[in-house]
């Protein structure tokens, strides 16, 4: 007996010290990160779910009460190339600091393939890539430090942000701020109850008209689902604000070919065809609001203050 007692306590010793190495060992992998800073990180520790559903994504994101309020190169672009060198200290925005802020979008950036090839094509734009997924952005942000470092000088015209499109895009933006938006490969929501999901709708296009410049901006949605465009063509097509560019004007453009062949889902695409190997996309114009009041489409269509958001979208009740 007491030689069963003395192998018991050995056996619950060992116990004892194999569950602390554990709890240590897990400790440490938490408390380290997956990827040093400045690293470029590996895509496999980053995965996650393809989409998520933003209208009832009800986690908190910090956002300020007006764009004014937000300083852009806090966090996001440090040494962007409009920053003159001045070692005087300021306290709060100066005009410099104030003066910069993202003028194209790349809403739901995935694993920033456009954000990155943006900011080498477009050196005298500043470029956001935006997504809801913590994860993902996570990934983005890393690469941008990773290729900052590499490549001194560069890509710092662009960055990433945590955020809910859908929400939040007017707390951050001013009217007339943006000049690009691009819409790649969205979520195609295909049940009908869920196409008020869809990143693209009437209510959504006249905030996007509120946020691009008149003449100016660029709306650029791409997708390879063929219902998803032809609902995107019918929504920007029925819209006032919107008119669509020609094939030839496609063409000119650079960036058409860049969400094309530099975006994750684009080259998926290319390599797999999971819906076909056809992307169709199509790119509209902002128009200004004199010349659109020439036109048949005259006013925003159905869209009213009293029904911009639907019943059951964003906490919305109607009574």
């Not at 190339?81 to 200290?89: G, M, N, S, V």
């Amino acid at each position: 007996m007491p030689k069963n007692k003395g192998k018991k306590r050995a056996h619950n010793e060992s116990d004892a010290a194999a569950n602390k190495q554990e709890a240590t060992t897990t400790s440490s992998a938490e408390a380290a990160p997956i990827t040093a800073e400045g690293e470029m990180p590996q895509k496999k520790f980053y995965r996650s779910r393809a989409h998520c559903n933003p209208l009832s994504f009800n986690e908190a994101f910090e956002y300020p009460t007006r764009p004014d309020l937000f300083d852009w190169t806090e966090d996001h672009y440090p040494e962007h190339p409009t920053l003159a060198q001045d070692d005087t200290e300021m306290t709060g925005f100066n005009s410099q600091s104030a003066a910069i802020r993202p003028d194209v979008l790349d809403v739901g950036c995935g694993f920033g393939g456009l954000t990155m090839a943006l900011s080498t094509a477009l050196p005298n734009n500043t470029i956001l890539g935006l997504e809801i997924r913590a994860k993902v952005t996570e990934y983005v942000r890393l690469r941008i430090v990773a290729q900052r470092k590499e490549h001194p000088g560069q890509y710092q015209n662009c960055s990433v942000m945590r955020t809910n499109a859908m929400k939040y895009l007017p707390n951050f933006f001013p009217k007339a701020a943006l000049e690009k938006l691009f819409f790649c490969f969205p979520d195609p929501h295909f049940k009908r109850k869920n196409h008020p999901r869809r990143i693209v709708s009437e209510r959504l296009l006249s905030e996007y008209a509120f946020l691009l410049k008149p003449e100016v901006g660029r709306l650029y949605c791409i997708t390879d689902v063929k219902d998803l465009h032809d609902w995107h063509v019918e929504k920007c097509d029925a819209h006032p604000l919107f008119e669509r560019l020609t094939e030839e004007e496609m063409e000119a453009d650079p960036c058409v070919t860049l969400m094309k062949t530099e975006t994750e889902e684009g080259k998926k695409v290319k390599r797999e065809g999971r819906f076909g190997h056809d992307m169709y996309y199509q790119v509209y114009k902002r128009v200004d609001e004199t010349l659109a009041a020439n036109k048949e489409k005259v006013g925003l269509g159905s869209i009213t203050a009293a029904n911009f958001f639907g019943e059951g979208e964003f906490g919305v009740e109607l009574q």
